[in-house]
């Protein structure tokens, strides 16, 4: 096992109590620490024995391709050794033994995945099944419960797990949609979008595609007349055979007579026209299963949500505080910004390419933009003619956006937390930076309501 993260302890853990000998290692001195406090049997790669080494099990995060490849992965190369991820173990051993095997849903795509991935889980919770909600999103696969009569896996699976698990073959594969994105580890768009194809291939009952970006259309024209049943899935257009949403009603045009199956504005939840994207694919893909429409929409709307993506932490009187701290670019802020008229946005941290000069057209929605972190600078030149203030960090813009927030003369002001950059110049990770919010909203709305 190479990569000692969550999932690489999880793999140690699975397979030595399957009785097999596993060698492990990580470039990390840190790692390699908590992982010797956990029992591994730390060796350095190059003193492995590769002539009786069956596989070499190797973490998402390390390069199997591009840049270029790791050290581990061509000395793996060198004794002809596969190499696989934690995705194809599970395949292989729990996914489809030929006794007991329950139905797997696999989520992939650019954007969306966690939460589609978490959707699913409810609904089919919601409907009496045993969800076991796994893989890119919370628990590794191998942790995941072994299958009990009602058991449906759904993993949440990125590009790095498809193409360390050349097996995985999902009962039905789901593809929120396709935009360039880690494109240093794939090498180019091509091998992206061919990574993400290679899981909908494999399906083998149904796929379901969101059509909206060209990659992803591209990708449903190719299953025309495909074994497998193909789901179009369409945000803001009428389509004759498919599954799709006008002004938040959620239709499904597959057979005649078309049906209208939810309002998504009732999902209180699940804001934002991007989300309502989720919405229809999760019902795609759980509709076999559950069999009742009306169940599905029900469970839609019931959705708590997910931590850090659009999440609403509370109010004071008419003022409401959203958590997206999740938005590490500018695409994600954007999907934030386009949900409300007047905000008062806290945004920066460490920049990413290309700024924020794409949000340009949303800047009309701004009332005021309070600017923290490494980007701040940068991004107050581009915030021409939007009132800003450079705030350093995020306790001083938490407390600014609230006063001034609550002097607005709006009707319903946000103070709207999407960064549209990494966190790792102040916070941990973005789900740190999310908690901080929370923290010091929490903070503003427990005097708030002693007071009222
Ligand atoms: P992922 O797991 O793919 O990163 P998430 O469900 O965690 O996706 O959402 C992360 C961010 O991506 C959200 O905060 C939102 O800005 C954006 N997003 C979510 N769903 C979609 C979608 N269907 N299309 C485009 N952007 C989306």
Redesign the pocket.
Known sequence: MFGLARTGMSVIRALTSAGARVFAWDDQERSRREATASGANLVPFSQWPWDRIRALILSPGVPLTHPTPHGVVTAARKAGVEIIGDLEIFGREIGYSSVNSAPVIAVT??????????LIGHILAACGYTAEVGG??GKPVLDLSPPGSRTVYIL?VSSYQIDLSPGLAPDVSVL??V?PDHLDRHGSMANYVSAKCRLLEQARRMVCI?INDPNSAYIYARFAGAKVEAAPISIGKVIERGVFVLDGILYDSRRSPSLKIADLKEAKHLV?V??W??AA?AYAATLELVKDAKSIGAAIASFPG?P???EDVGSIRNVRFIN?S??TNA??????LVCFDDIFWIAGGLAKAGGIESLSPQFSRVRKAYLIGDAAPNFAKTLQGVDCELCGDLNVAVAAAYRDARRSRASAPVVLF?PACASFDQFRDYEHRGEVYRALVAELIAPAREAS
């Open positions: 795509g650019t954007n969306g995945k966690s939460t589609t991935t978490a890119n999103i949440e929120t949609n935009a969101g934002g991007h989300n994207q989720n694919l997910l850090h993506r659009m997206d999740k938005a695409d994600a802020a954007e999907r934030a999407s």
